[in-house]
Structure formats: structure tokens, C-alpha cells
């Protein structure tokens, strides 16, 4: 069993930066790749990157790039997603989840592991 608890969101004004973080606790050995996701209300749940647990290797939708970093603290279990210049439109729900397994994977479904969530609030 992985369980996995986000912290660090909030509200912050239009091009401000929000930095969330996710710690992870369990089986982390297993764990290959951790991704971030999003989900607005009444919006399907959406990929936002993911960084290998093992690496460096990182990847992102291509409507965060350049104002997105995800980075990982192997010792303290820990992944970040740094945020800046943030946008009303990045109003939503940011969830971590894990999954075992080194290949790029967007879809919510090929994750197996999920934190409760956390609120980001982008006002203009």
C-alpha cells in the first residue's frame, strides 16, 4: 500500500507562484513514476507532468510548460510541482498520484495510487 498526502495549495493572484508538495509513504521502492493531475468542476480529471522516481526525467502537457517544474527529494519521499505565473485557468484541484513503471503515461486510469487532492484558486 502507498499512501500519498499533498500540501501547499491555496489562493494566489494571476501570474503569482504556488509551490505544492506531495509526500509519499509505503511501498515508495516500488514506485517508478509520480505524476501530478488537475481537475477543474466539471472537468474531466487532466494530466498535468510526471517525474520519475529513480531520475530526472520529466514531462508536461504542453499548456504548463515553462511555468511548471516538477522536481522529487528521494530523501525526504517528497515531489514538488513549483508553479509560476500562474493563470485563473490553473484553477483547480491538483491531486499526485504513482504508478509503477518508466514510460510516459497521461491518462489518470494508468496510475495506481492517488493523494485526497488539493485546492488551487487563481484569481484575475
Known amino acids: 500500500q502507498v499512501q500519498l498526502v499533498e500540501s501547499g495549495g491555496g489562493s494566489v493572484q494571476a501570474g503569482g507562484p504556488l509551490r505544492l508538495s506531495c509526500a509519499a509513504s509505503?511501498?515508495?521502492?516500488?514506485?517508478?513514476?509520480m505524476g501530478w493531475f488537475r481537475q477543474a468542476p466539471g472537468k474531466e480529471r487532466e494530466f498535468v507532468g510526471r517525474i520519475l522516481w529513480s531520475g530526472s526525467s520529466t514531462y508536461y502537457t504542453d499548456s504548463v510548460k515553462g511555468r511548471f517544474t516538477i522536481s522529487r527529494d528521494n530523501a525526504k519521499n517528497t515531489v514538488y510541482l513549483q508553479m509560476n505565473s500562474l493563470k485563473p485557468e490553473d484553477t483547480a484541484v491538483y491531486y499526485c498520484?504513482?504508478?509503477?513503471?518508466?514510460?510516459?503515461?497521461?491518462?489518470?486510469?494508468?496510475?495506481?495510487?492517488w493523494g485526497q487532492g488539493t485546492q488551487v484558486t487563481v484569481s484575475s
Open positions: 509505503g511501498r515508495t521502492f516500488s514506485l517508478y513514476a
Open positions: 498520484a504513482a504508478r509503477p513503471g518508466a514510460l510516459i503515461r497521461v491518462g489518470p486510469q494508468e496510475y495506481n495510487y
